[in-house]
């Protein structure tokens, strides 16, 4: 097994409920809400992973060399959804990466062997919100709609987020 001990250069930095508001609000009103009214239904929001799945994942990364995660934007297709709710919705898809100085610049994907042929390290285990969602933001009522701190809402010009 093979272990990264070097401690990252990039250090995390916290971000305040404002920022994340604004952020969110940015998404919503920039992307959202025309993915939402191409598709005719509310697109997700969000994907939840659990804690056990991210640290699961992070021990295969670390045990194939792996010193990073990048995280992938995805669509689900009719043959790949793993519920028919989910089809043509946005998705997150995590991918092991190495880099050989610890930043973003020098990754580059990861991969593993099964029976001799290459297999990239990467795991789809997240529930994307809607239509899989908590009682927090982003909740859909039976249409599809986005309850709580987004609504969209269908007019004479198309959908919008408010």
Same mark, same amino acid.
């Given at each position: 097994m093979n272990t990264i001990e070097k401690k990252s250069v990039n250090d995390g930095k916290s971000?305040?409920?404002?920022?994340?508001?604004?952020?969110?609000?940015? +998404?919503?009103? @920039?992307?959202?809400?025309a993915n939402s @009214?191409?598709?005719?239904k509310a697109d997700s929001l969000s994907v939840w992973f659990s804690v056990e799945?991210?640290?699961?994942?992070?021990?295969?990364?670390?045990?194939?060399?792996?010193? &990073?995660?990048?995280?992938? +934007? &995805?669509?689900h297709s009719a043959e790949n959804a793993p519920m028919?709710?989910?089809?043509?919705?946005q998705t997150l898809v995590m991918i092991g990466n190495r880099s050989s100085d610890g930043t973003a610049h020098t990754s580059k994907q990861l991969f593993s062997?099964?029976?001799g042929q290459?297999?990239?390290?990467?795991?789809?285990?997240g529930f994307p919100c809607p239509p899989v969602c908590g009682s927090g933001l982003g909740k859909a009522n039976e249409n599809g709609r986005i309850l709580g701190s987004a609504a969209l809402i269908e007019g004479e010009n198309g959908m919008s987020v408010i």
């Open positions: 971000v305040a409920q404002q920022e994340v508001d604004s952020l969110i609000r940015a +998404y919503k009103q @920039e992307r959202w809400a @009214e191409r598709l005719g799945d991210l640290e699961n994942f992070i021990d295969v990364v670390k045990s194939n060399g792996g010193n &990073g995660v990048r995280f992938h +934007y &995805g669509v028919p709710e989910l089809e043509g919705r062997h099964n029976n290459p297999e990239i390290v990467a795991s789809l285990v």
